[in-house]
Every structure is written in C-alpha cells, then in structure tokens.
C-alpha cells in the first residue's frame, strides 16, 4: 500500500497570506525548498538556483504556472510558517519512510546523543552555540528528528520533547549517560520500545555496584560475545558480557532515595582493549549500561556499535546546521539564508536531517 506522498504529509500547514496576493501557492513553495534541501543547496539562493535548473522535474508534481520563486519570495514565505507544525509534519513523513522491520530481525536500534555544533556563537550578540539532540535510525541510516536546546546542560529537558515526536513500538533506544533518567526511561516505555542506558558518573554508585557485580566471576552471567576491529594501526578488542541477574537492584533494601529504573531486565557492560603499534594500553576502558530488553551479548556488541556510528552521523548533521548559522551573518545583500532563530529555528534545522539521492543534483 502507497503511503501518503510529500505534500499530503504537509497539508496541515495554513497558508497565512490573504489569497487574492497569492501567486506562488505554499505547496509548490514547500516542494522546491525541501527538494532543493534534499539535493544539497546550502541557502536560498541555491533553493532558486537549483528549482530552475529542474523545473520540469518539478512541474512533473504540481503546475508551477509562475515558475520558480525568486530567492526573496522563498524566505518570506517560509518565515510565515508555523515551524512547530512543520517539524512535526517533517518526522511524520520521515516515519513513513522507514521500512518496517521483520518479525526475526533485531531490534532497530535508536541512538540518541546531543551535539554542540561549532561557530554558531555570536558572543557580540549574548548568542551560545546551538545544541542540537538527535536520534539515529541504525537500519535505516535515517536522522528521525532534531531537538534544539538552550545549552548542553538542557538535554535532559530536549529529550523527552523529541521522544514524544517518535514511534518507537519494537526499538531500542540507546542514550549516554546525560538521558540516564528514571523519567526518560519510562517515556521510552511509554512509546512502546525499550532502552539501552549508560551509566557513568552522573550514577556514581549504580555504576560502580554493577561494574563489580560484572567483574566477580561468581556471578550469574548471561552471555559473553567479542569483536575484534582494524585499521589505521589499531586494533581493538571489545569484550561485552550482559546479565539478566537484576533482581538485586530492584529490591526494596537498596539505598534510601536511590532511583528505580522502571522495567529493568539486563545489566551489561562493554571493555575495549586498544593495541597501537604493538602496544596494548595498559588501562582497558569499560562502559556500563543498564537495559529493560532482557537482550544477549551479541545484540548488546551490535548496538553499542550503532552508538558510535550515531555520533559520527548526528556531528555531521549538527555541522551541516551550524553552515546555515554562519551564512546568516553573511552580509552580502544578494544572499538570503535559513532563518535558524526565532520561531522558526526548528523549521531551518529539521530538513538538515536526512538526505536522498531520489532528487537530481
């Protein structure tokens, strides 16, 4: 079955213009901007540019009777539009995209990390960098949404606001240690997938009683798997052992005030031996998480794997923002860039989160 196409995703979108002034109608405004987004272009200008070069493409889904807006049209428009309502309408099509995933397979698994994108400050104007959260679609290799946030520290706030956009029935989502919270943990739940939490120092003595509990060869572990990975000069060797013996964290004679993890099902733990050279580093360093999916060692290996994968996409993304950002203190008069403050930033971030190759170039 064929699944609603572009536009009707963006159909909730109101036209504020009076209609008699209209000549360019918001749906064919919205079609050159996300294609000539989707084909690269880095500003309006280049929306313009490249709507020309294509305009047969274009007229092959709506009339463009006026042709192409002109570069000025195109940024007045788009500062009219409510960028809240585009955001959601945005994942709502990045949702459909997504190819459901089959009953045998693994898990998607979701990555979310937040990132600091670089020369976005303006400390003449009292303006921090942009902190952008976003969350990693591993199988599909699709950006599902961004967050914005005020500051690095305001993650764990920008976390659940992008949770609530997401359909997370069947996946598990992975977050660093920022997101181990009990309330984000439940929100996850509470859209129907599972999580996958690192714990660090922000967990001082959970860590360090489930490091222990995973290092004491008594105990009762689950599974074991490792991976070997190289190149450059480097191998690594991950060692990853995952336990389902979690009875004891949960127990009613923990510490006083101590946080629950709602629907807690393995503990896990990853350490990666470094050699360089033909010098293995003498300290191994060790990561531990905690997870409602009672999963075994080997999809715990593949997922802290997506982890890593997330942040080199999602710095690409943030960097791919913070471009637009430094174009918009441009101050040649012939360029029109995104407008990424105000009401509208989430407007301007969200198409920087997915790219097609279904759109010429």
Same mark, same amino acid.
């Given at each position: 079955?064929?699944?609603?196409?572009?536009?009707?995703?963006?159909?909730?979108?109101?036209?504020?213009?009076?209609?008699?002034?209209?000549?360019?109608?918001?749906?064919?405004?919205?079609?050159?901007?996300?294609?000539?987004?989707?084909?690269?272009?880095?500003?309006?200008?280049?929306?313009?540019?490249?709507?020309?070069?294509?305009?047969?493409?274009?007229?092959?889904?709506?009339?463009?009777?006026?042709?192409?807006?002109?570069?000025?049209?195109?940024?007045?428009?788009?500062?009219?539009?409510?960028?809240?309502?585009?955001?959601?309408?945005?994942?709502?099509?990045?949702?459909?995209?997504?190819?459901?995933?089959?009953?045998?397979?693994?898990?998607?698994?979701?990555?979310?990390?937040?990132?600091?994108?670089?020369?976005?400050?303006?400390?003449?104007?009292?303006?921090?960098?942009?902190?952008?959260?976003?969350?990693?679609?591993?199988?599909?290799?699709?950006?599902?949404?961004?967050?914005?946030?005020?500051?690095?520290?305001?993650?764990?706030?920008?976390?659940?606001?992008?949770?609530?956009?997401?359909?997370?029935?069947?996946?598990?989502?992975?977050?660093?240690?920022?997101?181990?919270? %009990? *309330? =984000?943990?439940? $929100?996850?739940?509470?859209?129907?997938?599972?999580?996958?939490?690192? +714990?660090?120092?922000?967990? /001082?003595?959970?860590?360090?009683?489930?490091?222990?509990?995973?290092?004491?060869?008594?105990?009762?572990?689950?599974?074991?798997?490792?991976?070997?990975?190289?190149?450059?000069?480097?191998?690594?060797?991950?060692?990853?052992?995952?336990?389902?013996?979690?009875?004891?964290?949960?127990?009613?004679?923990?510490?006083?005030?101590?946080?629950?993890?709602?629907?807690?099902?393995?503990?896990?733990?990853?350490?990666?031996?470094?050699?360089?050279?033909?010098?293995?580093?003498?300290?191994?360093?060790?990561?531990?998480?905690?997870?409602?999916?009672?999963?075994?060692?080997?999809?715990?290996?593949?997922?802290?794997?997506?982890?890593?994968?997330?942040?080199?996409?999602?710095?690409?993304?943030?960097?791919?923002?913070? %471009? *637009? =950002?430094?174009? $918009?203190?441009?101050?040649?008069?012939?360029?029109?860039?995104?407008? +990424?403050?105000?009401?509208? /930033?989430?407007?301007?971030?969200?198409?920087?989160?997915?790219?097609?190759?279904?759109?010429?170039?």
């Amino acid at each position: 079955m064929v699944g609603p196409s572009l536009i009707e995703h963006f159909a909730a979108l109101q036209d504020p213009r009076q209609s008699w002034k209209v000549l360019y109608p918001l749906p064919e405004v919205q079609l050159v901007v996300l294609c000539g987004t989707l084909a690269g272009a880095e500003d309006f200008v280049e929306i313009r540019r490249w709507g020309q070069m294509h305009h047969e493409f274009l007229r092959r889904l709506l009339p463009f009777k006026a042709g192409v807006p002109s570069h000025d049209t195109l940024n007045d428009v788009i500062n009219t539009i409510d960028g809240a309502l585009f955001a959601q309408c945005f994942t709502a099509w990045v949702e459909d995209l997504r190819e459901p995933a089959l009953a045998s397979a693994a898990p998607e698994i979701v990555a979310i990390d937040g990132k600091t994108s670089r020369r976005t400050h303006d400390r003449s104007k009292d303006r921090g960098p942009l902190h952008l959260v976003s969350a990693w679609a591993s199988s599909q290799r699709l950006v599902l949404g961004q967050q914005a946030s005020e500051t690095k520290s305001n993650e764990i706030t920008a976390i659940p606001l992008l949770l609530e956009r997401l359909a997370l029935t069947g996946a598990l989502v992975t977050i660093d240690a920022m997101g181990t919270q %009990t *309330r =984000i943990a439940q $929100a996850i739940l509470d859209r129907g997938g599972d999580y996958l939490l690192a +714990l660090k120092d922000n967990q /001082a003595s959970l860590h360090d009683e489930v490091r222990r509990y995973l290092d004491d060869p008594s105990a009762k572990h689950h599974s074991h798997f490792e991976t070997t990975d190289g190149d450059h000069g480097r191998i690594e060797l991950r060692r990853h052992v995952v336990s389902h013996e979690v009875d004891w964290l949960t127990t009613a004679r923990r510490f006083p005030g101590e946080p629950r993890f709602p629907g807690l099902g393995a503990i896990a733990m990853v350490e990666a031996e470094v050699e360089r050279n033909g010098s293995t580093s003498t300290s191994p360093e060790r990561r531990c998480y905690l997870s409602s999916m009672p999963l075994d060692a080997k999809l715990f290996a593949y997922a802290v794997r997506c982890i890593g994968m997330s942040r080199t996409v999602c710095t690409g993304s943030s960097t791919w923002c913070s %471009t *637009r =950002i430094s174009a $918009a203190c441009d101050p040649a008069p012939d360029r029109r860039t995104w407008p +990424l403050s105000g009401p509208n /930033a989430a407007y301007a971030a969200v198409p920087s989160v997915i790219r097609r190759s279904a759109f010429p170039s």
